[in-house]
């Protein structure tokens, strides 16, 4: 019988998956504007503070809050001396969802169990990073 799942899988799930978009949107906000007047030319009123509000530009908080517990994931997660072949499973099915977790291990040469394993660590990561979960439950096996 299969372990029952956390009531927050489905959100983290959904948080994971728009990890690739959030990010896209942050880029856009935070690239300078190539059309339209600018503070620094002349005629200007003021002192031009373009770089300030390109790098003060963001996301609604929510959005943030789900882009940074991400971003820390895969952070630790880089740390680790299978980082690479783990983000692979992560980018794979979640980011660009061409592989199932059964193809992703094929992919990168692990086991299903295995896969199943490290995909439950990140996604407790995840959720340890919003506060949905005990820092000493996502560190167990």
Same mark, same amino acid.
Request: charged share 25%.
């Given at each position: 019988? @299969? ?6 899988? =489905? ?11 959030? $990010? ?14 600018? &503070? @620094? ?17 963001? %996301?609604?908080?929510? &959005?943030?809050? *789900? ?29 660009? +969802? @061409? *592989? ?5 291990? $094929?992919?990168? =040469?692990?086991?299903?169990? *295995? ?5 439950? +660590? ?9 506060? %949905?979960?005990?820092? @000493? ?5």
């Amino acid at each position: 019988m @299969s372990k029952p799942r956390k009531l927050w899988w =489905g959100y983290v799930k959904a948080v994971v998956r728009a990890y690739p978009e959030l $990010q896209a949107q942050l880029n856009e906000l935070r690239q300078p504007s190539t059309g339209g007047r600018s &503070d @620094s030319q002349p005629g200007a009123k003021g002192a031009s503070r373009t770089t300030e509000n390109i790098a003060t530009r963001t %996301l609604p908080p929510m &959005d943030m809050k *789900h882009l940074e517990a991400v971003e820390k994931a895969v952070k630790w997660t880089e740390k680790l001396p299978t980082g690479p072949e783990r983000l692979k499973i992560i980018e794979l099915v979640y980011w660009k +969802q @061409s *592989h199932t977790l059964s193809g992703a291990a $094929q992919a990168v =040469g692990y086991s299903y169990q *295995h896969t199943l394993f490290l995909n439950r +660590q990140f996604f407790y990561m995840v959720a340890e990073n919003l506060g %949905l979960e005990e820092k @000493s439950a996502s560190r167990a096996k």
